[in-house]
């Protein structure tokens, strides 16, 4: 109990900072090199997929720094619980239960994005000796967005000499809206052997494709936020006795566009009793829509420590697509952090790092 109240206070801080931070910024769909960080946003079907009781995650990404004055941040923090159920013979099912936060914004816009979610999740064993699980998860929640329209600019405010100084005639909507937002996902997961697990799923976000416009519902201005689909797929085995290998693919497709993410991280354990580990990693985003092939977007390079089950990584995205060809550097940096509770032995369910 001493063990999760200190890591319940370490959540509560997390929230404050993400309560706390200014409401200024422009909303873009979740989007993290370490996708495999933020396990509950990526697919709900995660929600307490691990071997544990309870897990606190948090990741904040800086994106275009080099490009923009002040540029795009986003934090999420996560924290979810394992459950047992209890009167199913052998089988060792579990309930997973999750509440995430999350906040997107770019400064030069004045634009924010927050949403607040809460995931429940079945894990289904599949056989006696536990090794393999279906699990099928829903996750809802409301999604918040503001603007400040005192510090935008209009073409007709130009003095055609030096500035912005004239009136605008636009018509602003409202500056507030709010909106429910629903997602679900499956995941299998095998345990083929100890210390290695294989796992795929895929989640639909955005079912329900809200309008995210800030005019009136009943007036012709509607901007729909398209369903999002992903797939995703990992492993990790031993390929010596204290270095493991954890290669994975991540499929994202929006409306027009989509984005695949694929890489691998290596984890190299210096202390079996502490559970000290340095990670590594090297990944490749590849992105394309309807009206162009896929192209190379960006490389990631990753490093990360592990200490006694809490996991601190970093990473840094190295823009390489035409827009940095032309000098727009588009470069992300990105801080996790995450724990599991609670941990009963070496069988996971769910890759950390």
């Given at each position: 109990?001493?063990?999760?109240?200190?890591?319940?206070?370490?959540?509560?801080?997390?929230?404050?900072?993400?309560?706390?931070?200014?409401?200024?910024?422009?909303?873009?769909?979740?989007?993290?090199?370490?996708?495999?960080?933020?396990?509950?946003?990526?697919?709900?079907?995660?929600?307490?997929?691990?071997?544990?009781?309870?897990?606190?995650?948090?990741?904040?990404?800086?994106?275009?720094?080099?490009?923009?004055?002040?540029?795009?941040?986003?934090?999420?923090?996560?924290?979810?619980?394992?459950?047992?159920?209890?009167?199913?013979?052998?089988?060792?099912?579990?309930?997973?239960?999750?509440?995430?936060?999350?906040?997107?914004?770019?400064?030069?816009?004045?634009?924010?994005?927050?949403?607040?979610?809460?995931?429940?999740?079945?894990?289904?064993?599949?056989?006696?000796?536990?090794?393999?699980?279906?699990?099928?998860?829903?996750?809802?929640?409301?999604?918040?967005?503001?603007?400040?329209?005192?510090?935008?600019?209009?073409?007709?405010?130009?003095?055609?000499?030096?500035?912005?100084?004239?009136?605008?005639?636009?018509?602003?909507?409202?500056?507030?809206?709010?909106?429910?937002?629903?997602?679900?996902?499956?995941?299998?997961?095998?345990?083929?052997?100890?210390?290695?697990?294989?796992?795929?799923?895929?989640?639909?976000?955005?079912?329900?494709?809200?309008?995210?416009?800030?005019?009136?519902?009943?007036?012709?201005?509607?901007?729909?936020?398209?369903?999002?689909?992903?797939?995703?797929?990992?492993?990790?085995?031993?390929?010596?006795?204290?270095?493991?290998?954890?290669?994975?693919?991540?499929?994202?497709?929006?409306?027009?566009?989509?984005?695949?993410?694929?890489?691998?991280?290596?984890?190299?354990?210096?202390?079996?009793?502490?559970?000290?580990?340095?990670?590594?990693?090297?990944?490749?985003?590849m992105v394309g829509d309807v009206e162009r092939a896929v192209a190379l977007?960006?490389?990631?390079?990753?490093?990360?420590?592990?200490?006694?089950?809490?996991?601190?990584?970093?990473?840094?995205?190295?823009?390489?697509?035409?827009?940095?060809?032309?000098?727009?550097?588009?470069?992300?940096?990105?801080?996790?952090?995450?724990?599991?509770?609670?941990?009963?032995?070496?069988?996971?369910?769910?890759?950390?790092?």
């Amino acid at each position: 109990m001493q063990q999760i109240s200190r890591f319940l206070g370490v959540f509560i801080a997390l929230v404050g900072i993400w309560i706390m931070m200014p409401q200024q910024v422009k909303a873009q769909d979740r989007h993290f090199s370490q996708f495999y960080a933020s396990p509950m946003t990526m697919n709900p079907a995660l929600t307490g997929a691990y071997d544990g009781k309870f897990r606190i995650a948090g990741i904040y990404r800086d994106q275009w720094r080099p490009a923009l004055e002040r540029p795009f941040t986003t934090i999420s923090t996560a924290l979810d619980f394992r459950f047992k159920v209890p009167n199913v013979s052998q089988y060792a099912d579990a309930i997973g239960v999750g509440l995430i936060f999350y906040k997107d914004e770019v400064r030069n816009f004045d634009y924010t994005s927050n949403e607040i979610n809460l995931s429940f999740a079945y894990h289904k064993a599949l056989n006696f000796k536990n090794t393999q699980f279906i699990s099928a998860a829903f996750q809802g929640g409301i999604s918040q967005r503001n603007i400040n329209f005192n510090n935008q600019t209009f073409q007709d405010q130009f003095n055609q000499k030096d500035g912005y100084t004239f009136p605008t005639a636009e018509t602003f909507p409202g500056n507030n809206i709010a909106f429910g937002d629903l997602s679900a996902g499956i995941n299998y997961s095998w345990n083929y052997k100890k210390n290695s697990l294989l796992q795929v799923g895929g989640a639909i976000h955005h079912i329900l494709e809200p309008n995210i416009a800030f005019f009136d519902e009943v007036s012709s201005q509607k901007s729909t936020l398209y369903r999002r689909y992903q797939v995703q797929g990992a492993m990790i085995f031993p390929i010596t006795r204290k270095a493991y290998l954890s290669p994975r693919v991540h499929f994202i497709s929006q409306g027009p566009h989509y984005e695949v993410n694929a890489g691998s991280n290596i984890r190299l354990l210096a202390n079996d009793y502490t559970r000290v580990a340095i990670h590594t990693g090297v990944w490749a985003s590849m992105v394309g829509d309807v009206e162009r092939a896929v192209a190379l977007e960006s490389a990631t390079i990753f490093f990360g420590l592990e200490y006694n089950g809490i996991l601190l990584g970093m990473s840094y995205d190295a823009g390489i697509s035409e827009i940095n060809s032309l000098g727009y550097k588009r470069g992300a940096f990105e801080i996790s952090m995450g724990y599991v509770g609670e941990y009963e032995d070496d069988v996971v369910q769910c890759p950390t790092f």
